[in-house]
């Protein structure tokens, strides 16, 4: 299950990124990037 979590948030960073860098979707980009963060704070709380 963590390595699920941790695949989610790089692959919600990645889409944070072009969808920052190439497009302008507005609250939706940063919407991705809250949730990869939530991802990457469960993944280490649930590791320590």
């Known amino acids: ?3 699920l979590l941790y695949i989610i948030a ?3 960073v990645i889409a944070w990124a ?3 860098l190439g ?5 939706l980009i940063h919407l991705l990037l809250v949730i990869a963060i ?5 993944k280490v709380i649930r590791r320590a």
Do not use: S
Not at 23 to 27: D, E, L, R, S
Not at 38 to 42: G, K, M
């Open 23 to 27: 497009y302008n979707a507005g609250g």
């Open 38 to 42: 939530i991802a990457v704070i469960l």
């Open 18 to 20: 072009v969808g920052f």
């Open 10 to 12: 790089v692959i919600l």
């Open 1 to 3: 299950m963590g390595n």
